[in-house]
């Protein structure tokens, strides 16, 4: 049995960077006789401090860090409570040290559970436990329970992913279009995926005059039961991208089939490029994620990829993977997006090269020419950049609910007020 951290109250010490920040401390007892900490704001809106007990680590083993507490007053849990530590390596200052926090969280009855397994740094020899409340004027926490105790390392939770690059040949019918991406799936299904990825616009020939409005397919139709059928014979997930009809309005879709064949969902282009529009193609207006049986997908068709907010939106709804189907894109966005969101991308395109990419940004696998490759990516390892004293703390802020050193969502909120603003103020 896990011994609750808290029973020895004196063995924690309560902290603030700044006495002016310093948010009141006490600890209680409840009728079991038990000890719970408590912080709470004060009436501050800048308060800042955290209870801390430190603990002797083995650097590189696993460990679970499990809390249990209850909240009033505060807004936002993940941006005003964190339950973090500080990998501690002999004398160097809290500053220089990796830090990390839990980040998934739930409830249970009347508390909230923070629970997460984390590997030491290979170099620590200790472990800060902090509880920390901040920017919670009326908030109040009560900690009644944290375990921190050695683990089973998480088993590997693979999927290998196969994408392309290619376009049919011109000019060529639509019979032919279609068998041309059915044998390119033939030929990426020899790698044995769970998941295979095609580009944009499927059932248009590219460089051909006809406009999206002409070549625009309903659901279901021959490419959307090619899709399927492919999917149930190779017992993969299928992304696919073509223009879609609906009714009297056109779409670029993408659809993701499950290994039996059937639709799990679809996404339509939010952010269509320009030309696209002057020919009758209309937005998409929503953001989803996928859940499969590896993990939680999400989908962005190219022009999309020149707005960080949509790859930012998919990641906060939990996407571990997302793909990105594409006539053409530019390259040098694609590490900023992973990296920022912690996320693993899948790019297929008509003109420019496949790749696979991890959440360092680096490629695991990529065409220089037309083709198809494949990887095996592990989602329980999504490393980050880790610059200065590294740690979640200061990396991937964007697929990262707590990692907002921010006072509230003012920032936010007025980036929505000038998408919104339709004058222009500026000094003429």
Excluded at 170 to 193: C, F, R, V
Excluded at 238 to 244: L, S
Excluded at 407 to 427: G, H
Aim: hydrophobic fraction near 35%; include cysteine; proline fraction near 7%.
């Amino acid at each position: 049995m896990t011994k609750n951290l808290i029973e020895d109250a004196d063995s924690w010490s309560s902290s603030s960077p700044n006495p002016s920040l310093a948010p009141k401390f006490r600890v209680e007892k409840t009728k079991s006789g038990g000890d719970v900490l408590v912080i709470a704001g004060g009436g501050n809106p800048y308060c800042f401090g955290r209870w801390t007990r430190h603990i002797p680590v083995e650097g590189g083993k696993i460990y679970r860090y499990r809390v249990r507490f209850q909240y009033s007053g505060v807004e936002d849990v993940n941006l005003n409570i964190l339950n973090m530590l500080t990998w501690r390596v002999g004398d160097k200052p809290e500053t220089q040290c990796p830090q990390e926090y839990i980040e998934h969280l739930y409830k249970e009855k009347d508390y909230v559970i923070g629970e997460q397994v984390f590997t030491a740094k290979k170099e620590a020899d200790g472990v800060d436990l902090g509880l920390l409340l901040r920017f919670a004027a009326e908030g109040e926490v009560r900690w009644n329970l944290v375990e921190f105790f050695e683990d089973e390392p998480p088993k590997p939770r693979n999927v290998t992913v196969a994408t392309m690059r290619g376009r049919p040949s011109q000019p060529s019918t639509n019979k032919n279009i279609l068998g041309y991406w059915a044998e390119l799936i033939n030929l990426a299904a020899s790698h044995k995926p769970d998941l295979i990825c095609l580009p944009e616009a499927m059932n248009t020939n590219p460089n051909a005059q006809a406009s999206p409005r002409e070549v625009a397919e309903p659901i279901p139709s021959p490419t959307y039961e090619m899709l399927r059928e492919k999917a149930k014979k190779y017992g993969t997930y299928v992304c696919g991208c073509f223009i879609e009809r609906d009714g009297k309005l056109v779409f670029d879709t993408a659809v993701l089939i499950d290994r039996k064949g059937n639709l799990l969902g679809k996404y339509r282009k939010v952010h269509p490029y320009w030309p696209e529009e002057l020919q009758g193609c209309s937005p998409g207006d929503d953001l989803p994620v996928f859940r499969t049986d590896f993990g939680v997908v999400g989908i962005i068709i190219c022009y999309d990829s020149w707005y960080a907010e949509t790859t930012r939106l998919l990641a906060l709804k939990g996407a571990e993977i997302i793909l990105f189907p594409n006539a053409g894109y530019e390259r040098k966005l694609l590490p900023a997006r992973a990296i920022d969101n912690n996320v693993y991308f899948v790019v297929a395109s008509l003109f420019s090269n496949a790749v696979i990419m991890d959440t360092l940004g680096e490629a695991l696998a990529e065409t220089s020419s037309d083709g198809i490759v494949s990887a095996k990516i592990d989602l329980n390892s999504k490393p980050t950049p880790h610059p200065n004293a590294g740690g979640t703390l200061n990396a991937s802020p964007g697929g990262r609910r707590g990692t907002r050193n921010s006072l509230s969502l003012k920032l936010y909120q007025e980036i929505l007020e000038e998408v919104a603003r339709w004058e222009t103020k500026r000094d003429n």
